[in-house]
């Protein structure tokens, strides 16, 4: 799509970035391992969200959003006269990337702030920025002049000619887009795709919202909490029961709702909570199911079978038919081993999960620590540091915010990452990575080309320009927007009585998971924003993240830990492999099958009834017996963000498994691997075919055509090596 934003974005401007040239060491890493620190502040002057003046007050969304789509509909009528000119129409792919970055920038960041925020009206006036630009978006996308110019310009043979690489797959995206918007319909369809495109959205945030918001708790009776021990916890809630004589209210998630299912004797309570747990109400229900039903009818108003097969089109497994849910297996085969169990109460038994650990002993894994062996290992890959940076007033949205400069040993400043680790009330749950800006080439923007406005409208104009204007940055090869990302997570803050914020082991692995993304979006610097970094095939990119869990398997790796302190790192350690993992691959596995269910011909038709699917599919290929009552499916959060392509997990676990084991393993700090590896995948972002870049990577150029036969060859890898913790976006 015109807009087709990363996931979920600003600094300085260009006349100020001289000063990043330092070369000095990087010093300790983040000042949050101090608890009673804040972030250290470059100015008393207050400068707005990331540096901008135009963003210093929730107003200033609003604003934006406007100048934005003024900006955006003068460059759309540039672009659709082009065909009156021939040096027009070779600028045709830069000002449709323009066109993409002005809407994207502003819609990208709306999404990270109404996640972000801790105030109530910066989140409204970045969701109503949000409706707005995405709503121009989807008319853009389904714009009959648009496409007619860029038909001309792929059919013009010389100018097609004249096109790099990159430049001309960046076309052929758009191309592809337009006609999956169905720009062909006629002008009522075209209307009804923009209709659809915009009411899926409303229908997702609503399913996002309600798939955060906290579930009614289980109504647990005093006797049925007899024999409950656990560290204490447990004879504490025997005393409040019988002193209150009353039920005791246990929330699904809660600590309370965690020992009663692991340790409670009776079978009610565990019950009780397990349906308290994976139960909907009707509302919930219906809106997913809506929301279902909404996909499949753009998909059918296009020509596609479903909507799984209109978005597999343009991914690496081309058709559902090439994902194949036979890939769930013999479940017998994914229990390879027994651990202690306990009762479900539902007529069934599992192992109780052990949290992961490191293979060797480590220091306490404070941030300042994790992010210092960060900086420690992609200075040996790929000869980039990480380096604290102070921030502005009004610069970040939350006082635990902290912000790196991303650095090259040989380019300079690469971009910034923000991040956002600590929980918090009203903040999104989980961990991302948000793309709020992403590069590209400036310096041949032809600005002055571009229609203006009368005098009346030029200082609202001036907003967009200055905001776009930021971040760039002087290269070898020409002016660069610098890319800006920001990692949300909820990890345990610090506090003047426990100290510094030390991390569990699953949290060091979600933020090298993160950071994994995070490095995909720095080092992937392309002339055209549209295929920079993580904007890529769904499909491909989680493999840089999910590689990046495979180092902390390795012992070499783990000596980046070394927090210099003479602190011990020894061979010796407590490590544990996690005995629930085989099974949590099986439920990925019965993720991506129910996603590719719900978004088949089935759910198209009359009566179709998403829990019913879900308690078939659970009944033939599950572990646990589905339990009537429960519709744990309005929980899938990733159902919005990833309909149709939640396999990409699975996929990209299996194709970062076989990375690690051919390239990385037996010397996992080498230089020479690192460069080869951002030089086949990280750079090129969504520039090149992703099937290419794997098969340059492995040496293996039969998987190049990224055919039926090269998806079968994939499903073939095992996935078993790798260590992550899934579910990360």
Not at 512 to 532: D, K, L, P, W
Not at 614 to 620: D, E, K, V
């Amino acid at each position: 799509m015109l807009a087709k934003h990363a996931a979920k974005s600003l600094s300085k401007p260009f006349r100020h970035v001289q000063r990043y040239r330092r070369r000095t060491p990087p010093p300790d890493f983040l000042s949050s391992d101090q608890p009673s620190s804040a972030p250290r502040w470059s100015s008393p002057t207050s400068t707005g969200l990331f540096g901008q003046p135009s963003l210093g007050t929730p107003a200033g969304f609003h604003d934006l959003a406007l100048s934005t789509l003024l900006r955006a509909h003068l460059l759309t009528e540039r672009i659709v006269r082009a065909r009156q000119s021939r040096d027009e129409l070779k600028k045709v792919v830069k000002n449709l990337d323009r066109l993409s970055d002005m809407l994207c920038s502003v819609i990208d960041l709306a999404e990270l702030i109404r996640n972000a925020h801790p105030n109530q009206e910066w989140v409204e006036s970045a969701d109503e920025a949000y409706e707005r630009c995405c709503e121009y978006m989807n008319v853009l996308n389904t714009h009959v002049g648009l496409y007619e110019t860029l038909r001309d310009v792929l059919a013009d043979q010389d100018i097609r000619d004249s096109l790099s690489r990159e430049a001309l797959q960046t076309a052929l995206i758009f191309w592809r887009d337009f006609e999956k918007s169905g720009v062909n319909l006629p002008p009522a369809q075209r209307d009804r795709f923009v209709s659809l495109s915009t009411e899926i959205l409303v229908l997702g945030r609503q399913f996002l919202n309600q798939a955060s918001n906290a579930k009614p708790p289980a109504a647990i009776k005093p006797h049925e909490l007899k024999g409950l021990k656990d560290h204490g916890l447990g004879s504490r809630l025997q005393l409040q029961t019988r002193f209150t004589q009353r039920d005791l209210l246990v929330y699904p998630g809660s600590l309370q709702a965690q020992m009663i299912m692991r340790s409670a004797p009776e079978e009610e309570p565990r019950r009780k909570v397990y349906m308290a747990s994976n139960s909907s109400s009707p509302d919930q229900v219906e809106v997913l199911e809506a929301l279902l039903r909404t996909r499949g009818q753009l998909a059918r108003l296009v020509g596609s079978q479903s909507f799984a097969h209109m978005t597999l089109g343009d991914k690496m497994a081309k058709s559902p038919e090439h994902y194949g849910p036979s890939a769930c297996g013999n479940k017998h085969t994914l229990i390879p081993h027994r651990s202690p169990s306990y009762n479900l109460g539902i007529g069934t038994t599992i192992a109780p999960p052990e949290p992961p650990a490191p293979p060797i002993a480590l220091p306490p894994l404070t941030l300042g620590v994790v992010f210092r062996a960060l900086s420690r290992l992609f200075q040996h890959l790929y000869g980039v540091s990480l380096r604290p940076a102070d921030v502005s007033a009004g610069e970040v949205w939350h006082a635990d915010v902290r912000k790196l400069e991303v650095f090259d040993e040989k380019d300079g400043l690469l971009g910034w990452i923000y991040t956002d680790l600590f929980a918090r009330r009203g903040k999104s749950s989980g961990a991302a990575h948000y793309t709020v800006r992403c590069s590209r080439r400036t310096d041949d923007d032809d600005e002055a080309g571009d229609l203006l406005p009368d005098a009346e409208h030029r200082p609202l104009l001036d907003l967009s320009r200055e905001f776009g204007a930021a971040y760039r940055h002087k290269m070898p090869d020409g002016v660069f927007q610098l890319p800006i990302v920001v990692l949300l997570t909820e990890f345990s803050p610090p506090s003047l009585s426990r100290g510094p914020a030390v991390l569990e082991w699953h949290e060091v692995l979600t933020l090298f998971h993160e950071m994994g993304h995070a490095m995909h979006s720095m080092i992937g610097r392309t002339e055209y924003q549209n295929v920079c970094g993580t904007r890529c095939a769904t499909d491909f990119v989680e493999l840089p993240s999910i590689l990046m869990e495979h180092f902390l398997g390795s012992p070499t790796v783990l000596s980046l830990f070394d927090s210099g302190d003479n602190s011990a790192v020894r061979q010796a350690g407590n490590h544990h492999e996690d005995p629930c993992h085989n099974i949590d691959t099986h439920s990925q596995i019965m993720l991506a099958v129910l996603d590719q269910i719900y978004h088949s011909p089935e759910a198209m038709e009359p009566g179709f009834d998403s829990t019913a699917a879900l308690a078939r599919l659970t009944a033939t290929r599950g572990l646990i017996p589905f339990v009537e009552g429960t519709s744990w499916q309005t929980q899938f959060g990733h159902l919005f963000g990833y309909g149709a392509t939640y396999y990409s997990y699975l996929f990209d676990r299996a194709i970062a498994s076989r990375v690690w084991q051919k390239v990385f393993v037996k010397d996992p700090l080498n230089r020479e691997t690192g460069e080869k590896y951002k030089r086949e995948i990280l750079r090129h972002g969504g520039a090149k075919d992703p099937w290419a870049m794997v098969g340059g990577l492995l040496d293996a150029p039969e998987l190049a055509g990224g055919d039926a036969e090269a998806m079968r060859e994939v499903g073939q890898w095992r996935i078993e090596d790798e260590v992550a913790v899934p579910g990360r976006h």
